[in-house]
């Protein structure tokens, strides 16, 4: 198998909307208080494996994300639909909003193209113009006001009584070159690392401050690390996305990259690593990382046109505590092969499984749990 280039979101599933009045929140709520004994065991133990099975709406993570009526009673028939998929996570809601919240607060606005995810365009074509700017808070800005409206109005609508996690998180180093030409970002990491830092340090405070804005509305319904990432009520650390990893040394991106990435996550429990691809010639340096709680990859075809080699995370994570958040879309064979690939004892494994039905799924679930022993 292979990735398919013709589905929206590979990693979706087909939902019925439901709304917040036909919700059934107490049925949930007590669905989710079970599972939560799993997930506060899984985070205590030094090591285990659990499944989630995610729910994920296409259109949530597209044009449907501006939509806040919309988005919210997709993302419930995604709750009400994972119930009946055997599992040891809780989905949970994401006030999704696109990658460019953090990158507003450079003057940048979204751009809304037909039935796409929301865009951003680059402001500056040098490093030393972006420093030259005073930057805005997040908060104030028309993206990140929406985004903080989004959550009001999905805490709102129910009753504060469901998990939610901030909205999609950027590392500094990602949102850098969503604010400057990505030639004079990489081109400065070689030739003047030191304002490269300054700049990313600027961001880490713009998104530490704006992170607690939405921790504010949020409340005990936070669910971390967030999107992206299996999350519950009691797991610790914030995710961030961080793709352009793969196009650094490692030693400049530990230079220049972890330090701001380390910031962000030191004050919220730690951090969560996330990059699409193949990045696992960056295993080395995980050990390293400040506090560092669990990282995404995936592990198959189906899931990423260029996916991880499962042996060296296997190799790398065991014994650490780092958590690893494996998305494996596929079927029966699929997952067993690769979770058979990623166990070792010592291992904190995530398994995240998209099958199609829930019979599929409590096979998954029997055979994910009878390898990982």
């Keep these: 198998m292979k990735f398919n280039t013709t589905k929206r979101d590979s990693q979706a599933t087909e939902v019925e909307p439901v709304s917040p009045e036909k919700f059934d929140f107490e049925a949930y709520s007590a669905y989710e208080a079970t599972l939560l004994k799993k997930t506060g065991a899984f985070w205590k133990a030094d090591s285990g494996v659990a499944v989630y099975r995610r729910m994920r709406a296409a259109e949530v993570f597209a044009d449907g994300s501006r939509d806040r009526k919309r988005s919210l009673e997709l993302q419930l028939g995604c709750l009400e639909k994972g119930m009946a998929f055997k599992a040891d996570i809780p989905n949970f809601l994401e006030p999704w909003y696109g990658i460019g919240v953090w990158a507003s607060a450079y003057g940048i606005e979204y751009v809304w193209n037909e039935k796409q995810a929301p865009a951003s365009h680059y402001r500056f074509e040098t490093l030393a113009e972006a420093l030259h700017y005073e930057p805005q808070a997040i908060a104030q800005t028309n993206i990140g006001k929406h985004t903080l409206e989004m959550i009001d109005y999905f805490m709102n609508r129910t009753k504060g009584k469901l998990p939610l996690c901030l909205t999609d998180s950027q590392s ?61 009520r009691n797991f610790d650390g914030y995710g961030q996305s961080d793709d352009n990893i793969v196009m650094l040394s ?65 190799e790398a994570l065991a014994n650490t505590g780092i958590v690893l958040n494996a998305r494996i879309v596929g079927n029966l064979e699929v997952i067993e092969k690769t979770v058979s690939q990623l166990w070792r004892k010592g291992m904190k494994l995530i398994v995240v499984t998209y099958c ?18």
Aim: with cysteine.
């Design 172 to 232: 500094p180093f990602n949102t850098s070159t969503l604010i400057v030409n990505t030639s004079d970002m990489m081109l400065n990491i070689l030739l003047d690392p030191d304002n490269v830092k300054t700049f990313l340090d600027n961001l880490a405070g713009l998104m530490i401050d704006f992170v607690a804005e939405q921790k504010k509305i949020i409340g005990d319904c936070l669910a971390s690390p967030g999107h992206g990432f299996a999350s519950a």
């Design 250 to 314: 490692n030693d400049s991106y530990f230079e220049c990259a972890v330090p701001s990435f380390e910031k962000v996550g030191m004050a919220y429990g730690g951090s969560a690593l996330h990059s699409c691809g193949d990045w696992s010639n960056k295993l080395p340096l995980l050990n390293k990382i400040k506090k560092l709680q669990m990282v995404d990859a995936a592990f198959s075809p189906e899931t990423d046109p260029n996916p991880n080699p499962a042996l060296p995370f296997a």
């Design 356 to 373: 199609p039905t829930p019979e599929e799924q409590e096979q998954a679930y029997k055979i994910i749990h009878e390898i990982c022993v």
